[in-house]
């Protein structure tokens, strides 16, 4: 679960040990979905927000593209469905555990 206050995300599922179910990835969210993007510049996966989906015919997998805004930071960005996690990936919370993030 991501809890946001005035734009800023307070806590996330991965800090209390919970998950949420994953949709495959065929599955089409909805917008407003609060959930983790992977950012294209770092390939880090950040906290975000669905804003605008579109239709995407060119991509075989899943034929939307999301808008995302990505909390605390403002940057928007459009990913495939590939890009998207209900939760942080296990490897990256394992990192920020060791880096003292988690």
Not at 23 to 41: A, H, K, N, R, Y
Request: aromatic share 10%; with cysteine.
């Amino acid at each position: 679960r991501v809890t946001m206050k005035d734009g800023q995300v307070v806590s996330t599922a991965y800090h209390q040990g919970e998950k949420r179910k994953e949709p495959p990835l065929s599955e089409m969210l909805e917008l407003g979905t609060i959930c983790f993007g992977q950012f294209q510049v770092d390939k880090i996966w950040y906290p975000c927000e669905i804003i605008e989906i579109e239709k995407a015919p060119d991509v075989k997998e899943h034929p939307f593209r999301y808008l995302v805004k990505y909390s605390g930071y403002g940057n928007e960005e459009k990913l495939e469905r590939a890009y998207i996690r209900m939760n942080i990936p296990e490897e990256q919370a394992s990192q920020m555990a060791v880096e003292g993030g988690a």
